[in-house]
């Protein structure tokens, strides 16, 4: 409600310590916030990635080298099929294509394998940005999405929309991290970066109240 034309400023508790739900950076512009004004800021990773081991692998009965096409979303995914491909004493044959979604990745891709352009092809950030080389592809490959517990939708959406011959492989999980250390202390301000941070929160304090706390 407004007294007097003009509406109450709302009021918070000063801020003195932060949680940031993520690894400590070596650089951060929050190192530059804890300076000007005299902040505590603790880093804390809320989730982490765990493998999926090659015997529990195998139980979906998918084989790597049965498929000559690869789309990769992550470096998690890339360290995994390769991993995976290890331990199942697999080992890809230098015809296999693979689309990565990003430079990134794609230049992560060669601590793995002889990179040639004719079979690496690179998106700038999404699905679609790979659609024409899919296409052109779309009736010649088999292709396999490594990915992790969370699969990925846009991938999965775009690749059942457009008829593609295709497999997802679990070779990862993303799961919530042990905080159990945590549950004395309390922060001003808990920073998130995604809904997992999140449930993580809820996963390791079931009764967790917000009070006076900024998320």
Known sequence: MAENGK?????????KTILVS??????????????KYGLQI????FIHVEPVSAKDFRKARI?????SAIIFTSRNSIDHFFRICE?????????TKYFCLSEAIANY???FIVYRKRKVFVGKRKIVDLKT???KHRDKEKFLLPCSNLGSKDVSGFLDENGFDWADAMMYQTVSSDLSDLSDVTYDVLVFFSPLGIQSLYDNFPDFKQNETRI
């Open 7 to 15: 509406a109450k400023a709302a009021t918070y508790k000063e801020v």
């Open 22 to 35: 993520q690894p400590k950076p070596e650089r951060s512009p929050y190192y530059e916030l804890e300076k």
């Open 42 to 45: 603790d880093w804390r990773p």
């Open 63 to 67: 084989r790597p080298d049965e498929f």
């Open 87 to 95: 331990e199942m004493r697999i080992k890809m044959s230098q015809e």
């Open 109 to 111: 891709l060669q601590k």
């Open 133 to 135: 080389p899919l296409m």
